[in-house]
């Protein structure tokens, strides 16, 4: 889905969002308040710039408007791969958007995530897993690695990875797969505004994805192991 047909679903005309270049930033009428939008389109590389960008986006709405809940949209192919930007620190320009998403959360703005398009690696990991909680399409493609690129790095034959991915999540793209893990809340179908207004009405109730992942069968023992170590 482009960007254009998702806000018109979620707000009909109700809003003022704008693209420049990747960024996608705005704000919009929802359910008699005004929600903070931002994220990427186009399968956007995230670079320096456009991490700043974005992080500027989440530092004004905390500055000018405390408590507006904020609607993080992702569509990235993850961090963009040349030398400029790493000599620039890409990692710490993407560490910063995760803390100022982090910091909005703490500061009591609801700040909801939705995979609209494709999601991969760090773009991902510093947006929509900041969130309280990140949603999906459910014809939204999310990844860390590809089968391929995973046995090249960990030196396993591709054909073992392909077989364990079949059973366990941790090892298999796609958004089901996320779900089961409990890093996505819950898929997207229908009406995409009631889906809306249902993530922005429930509970803040802090990080649950492990326990999500337990509960759902694609992360048996993270849950776990936290509750030893905060036990000790």
Known sequence: MNWQTLVTALFAQSHRIERSG????????????????VGTTD???????LALAQARVVLDTMAQHPGRAILLLIDTQGQQLRRQDEMLGINRAMAHLGCCIDLARRRGHRVV????????????????????A????????????????MARITKLPEEMLTELSRSNPVFAPGVANYVAMGGVRSLWEGDLRACLAAALAAPATGDQRAREGAERGGRRHAQAVIDQVLAA
């Open 22 to 37: 990747d960024l996608l930033a705005g704000e919009a009428e929802f359910e008699g308040d005004r929600v903070a939008v």
């Open 113 to 132: 995530g939705l995979v609209y398009d494709q999601a991969l690696s760090g773009g991902f990991i510093t947006s929509g897993l900041m969130a309280d």
């Open 43 to 49: 399968h956007a590389p995230i670079g320096v710039a």
């Open 134 to 149: 990140c949603h999906a399409l459910s014809e939204a493609e999310i990844r860390v690695m590809r089968i391929p690129a």
